[in-house]
């Protein structure tokens, strides 16, 4: 059986608890002390090490004096932190489903993914990102603070030790016109500076080829040192953290078969290029 702390909630839940301990800018021994834990306590549950109870997350919560919002969402994170799997259906609430993200980005090894129409998240401009969000189902200020977590997350492409991302993505994502003119050609032009990192690999699917797996569906696979791989999906209402042998294995082989579909890297680039023009 695999620990629980394996779990993609109980990994989220410790990096959102971390997260408003340090927001609300409290020492780790002081908060055990307010609550009456050991620090040594307090500290594993926020490495992932343990899993805090939802008894325990709500004293933690209590203390930190949250808001009303964020207390629910982090008591239905806790509720749910030791399933096998994970959804969220209010993905628009940045915590707990992005702390979740970011979490996952900033311990994996390697990151795979599959975007059939639009530019994946790690590179993205800021322009493009925001003209995705400023037309989501969103408010202005939520726009903005996911747009600044955004623009921060992609720092592991470029960190000292940096995460190995193997993007797949459709043709359609480079072709179709989100923003301006000018808006998608400094996101190709960004896309062909990132393709010269030793980490990052962008490979396109061309389009009209028929029917694949990939039509279906964008998926992202992240790969740890010692800890089980987490799949995670999403659509404009529900997003999904799954880390099942099955499902994974699913997951491998789809991207396996979209590999042998796109096109080679030199090919990208110079397909890249005449899109630029």
Do not use: C
Not at 6 to 25: D, I, K, M, V, Y
Not at 112 to 123: C, D, E, M
């Amino acid at each position: 059986m695999k620990p629980t702390s394996a779990s993609p909630g109980a990994r989220a839940l410790a990096a959102s608890l971390r997260e408003l301990r340090t927001a609300r800018g409290k020492g780790l021994r002081e908060l055990a002390r307010m609550v009456r834990i050991l620090p040594q306590l307090l500290s594993a549950w926020e490495k992932g090490q343990r899993v805090a109870s939802p008894e325990d997350v709500a004293r933690l919560l209590g203390a930190l004096q949250v808001d009303d919002a964020t207390y629910d969402r982090m008591m239905r994170l806790a509720r749910r932190a030791k399933d096998d799997n994970w959804l969220d259906s209010n993905p628009s609430d940045l915590p707990p489903a992005l702390s979740g993200i970011v979490e996952y980005e900033r311990t994996a090894t390697h990151i795979s993914n599959w975007y059939h129409a639009i530019v994946p998240g790690l590179l993205q401009t800021a322009d493009y990102a925001r003209a995705i969000l400023s037309n989501s189902e969103i408010g202005l200020e939520q726009a903005d603070a996911m747009l600044i977590a955004r623009l921060k997350r992609q720092r592991i492409l470029t960190r000292a030790d940096p995460v190995r991302f193997a993007a797949l993505v459709g043709e359609v994502a480079i072709r179709e016109g989100i923003g301006s003119a000018d808006i998608m050609s400094d996101q190709v032009d960004h896309l062909l500076a990132m393709m010269a990192l030793p980490n990052v690999s962008l490979r396109i699917v061309p389009a009209n080829i028929g029917y694949h797996p990939g039509l279906i569906g964008s998926f992202i696979l992240y790969e740890f040192a010692g800890l089980p791989p987490i799949v995670h999906l999403e659509n404009s209402h529900a997003t999904a953290f799954l880390h099942e042998d099955d499902v994974v294995g699913r997951y491998r082989k789809q991207a396996k078969i979209l590999a042998g579909k796109a096109l080679s890297e030199g090919d990208t680039r110079d397909l890249l290029r005449e899109v630029a023009r």
